[in-house]
Structure formats: C-alpha cells, structure tokens
C-alpha cells in the first residue's frame, strides 16, 4: 500500500466506505484515509480572550481493515508482486492488472 492510494474499509464503523490514503506508519501499522474515522478533538483558545473551538480530525486505522481498490476492475483486492523487466511491479489478484 502507497500513498495516494484509493483504498475501501471492511470493518469498523466505517465499514464499505472508500477514500484515498493521506499517510502511512509502517512502525505501528496504521494508516490515515481521507473522509474515514473522523473523530471531534476539543482545541483550547490560543491567545488570552480567543475562544477554542471543535476541530475534526482524522484519525489513522489498522491497516488490515483496508484493502486497495484496483482502478481496472473497481474491486477491493489484496495486492501481489511480481519482477517485470528486472523490477517488482504490484498487480491485482482477481483481474491481473498493474496497481
């Protein structure tokens, strides 16, 4: 998985929603996807007499919850790899297209 990716939830609350990666953290395996897991942080005022206010934020997931939509056949799939032409390409399971 990259970034930049469109990817799908399959559990969870958001569960069949779709969107497009924003980051990803290999250390804890956790990854932040657009419009997905929002969740409501209260933020204090700033100066003296500013008020705080509710800011959305988007919070990362597992990244076994996600899986890549492939942009041929529009399905939610698990990506392979293979060596073509002396580099590792990522293709698509069920129909066989490059990611």
Known sequence: MK???TVKIIT???AG???KVLRIDKKT???AVEGVNMYKKHA???RQGEKGEI???TR???ISNVLVVCSSCNKAVREAHKINEGK???YCRKCGATL
């Open 17 to 19: 929603k779709s969107g």
């Open 88 to 90: 590792k390409v990522r």
């Open 60 to 62: 990362p997931l597992d």
């Open 55 to 57: 800011v959305t934020i």
């Open 29 to 31: 395996h956790r990854v």
């Open 12 to 14: 969870g609350k958001d």
């Open 44 to 46: 204090r005022g700033k």
């Open 3 to 5: 970034k930049g990716d």
